[in-house]
C-alpha cells in the first residue's frame, strides 16, 4: 500500500513547493501527489489554485514563467515547474500529477516524457485522461471523484479513460467500490485521510493507497 504526501508535507512546507515533496519523502512518503497548470508560454507549474493572489490575481495560464518564478509563497519559496519536481524526486519513487489546467495534457506529458521520474496523471476532468490515454498510452492514469457514484459507472468510466487508479474522496470507500474497482483490474487511493483510525479502516478495505497530509499517519500495510 502506498503512502502518498499530498501536495507534499503540506503542514510543514507552503504546499505544492520542493521543500514540502522533499520533507515528505523524509516522512517516509513512497509517493507525492501534485497539481498543474500551464503558464502562457508552456511551462507546466506545480500549483493548486488557476490564479494567485501574487500574481495579482491573474491566471497562471495568462502569465509567462518569468511572471510565476518571481512569485515568493513564503520563505524564500516558489512555485516551481513540474520539470523540477520530477528532477528531484527520489529514485523508485513515484509522482501523482493532478491535470488541473485547462487543455494541458500534451504539455503535461511532454514533461514527464522528458524525466525519468516514474509518474501517472488523474484529474477530475475524465476527458483530459482520456485526451492523455490517446497522447501518452505508456503513462499510467487515474480519474478523482468527489461524489458517490455507483461502482458499475466507477468502472464505465475507467474502461473509457483507460484508468488504471481511481481516486474517491475517502468517504466514498466501501468493500463494494474497492471489489469493483478491483475486478476492473484497478487500484483504488483515498484522498485526503489525515487521520490514523481513518487510515487503518482503509488499509483494512484492501486500498492499494493513502494520500494525506502527513504520511506518517498512514500504516505501512
Given at each position: 500500500m502506498e503512502r502518498i504526501g499530498h501536495r507534499g508535507a503540506r503542514l510543514e512546507f507552503p504546499e505544492n513547493t520542493l521543500a514540502a515533496f522533499q520533507r515528505a519523502f523524509e516522512r517516509g512518503a513512497d509517493a507525492t501527489e501534485l497539481d498543474v497548470h500551464a503558464t502562457r508560454d508552456g511551462v507546466v507549474v506545480v500549483h493548486h489554485d488557476p490564479e494567485s493572489a501574487l500574481l495579482g490575481g491573474r491566471a497562471i495560464a495568462a502569465a509567462t514563467w518569468n511572471d510565476v518564478s518571481r512569485v515568493d509563497l513564503g520563505g524564500g519559496l516558489g512555485i516551481p515547474r513540474l520539470s523540477d519536481v520530477l528532477d528531484a524526486t527520489p529514485p523508485g519513487s513515484t509522482v501523482y500529477v493532478e491535470i488541473k489546467g485547462l487543455g494541458i495534457e500534451a504539455a503535461v506529458v511532454g514533461a514527464i516524457r522528458r524525466s525519468s521520474a516514474r509518474c501517472a496523471v488523474h484529474s477530475f476532468d475524465h476527458d483530459a485522461i482520456a485526451r492523455v490515454r490517446g497522447i501518452a498510452p505508456e503513462i499510467p492514469r487515474g480519474i478523482l471523484f468527489d461524489q458517490p457514484a455507483p461502482p458499475a459507472d466507477v468502472v464505465r468510466v475507467m474502461q473509457a479513460t483507460g484508468a488504471r487508479d481511481v481516486w474517491p474522496h475517502w468517504r466514498l470507500i466501501d468493500p463494494a467500490l474497492?471489489?469493483?474497482?478491483?475486478?476492473?483490474?484497478?487500484?483504488?487511493?483515498?484522498?485526503?485521510?489525515?487521520?490514523?483510525?481513518?487510515?487503518?479502516?482503509?488499509?483494512s478495505l484492501g486500498v492499494d493507497g493513502l494520500c494525506g497530509d502527513d504520511v506518517r499517519l498512514l500504516p505501512h500495510e
Open positions: 474497492v471489489d469493483a474497482v478491483h475486478s476492473a483490474g484497478g487500484r483504488v487511493i483515498a484522498w485526503t485521510v489525515n487521520e490514523a483510525d481513518t487510515a487503518r479502516r482503509l488499509a
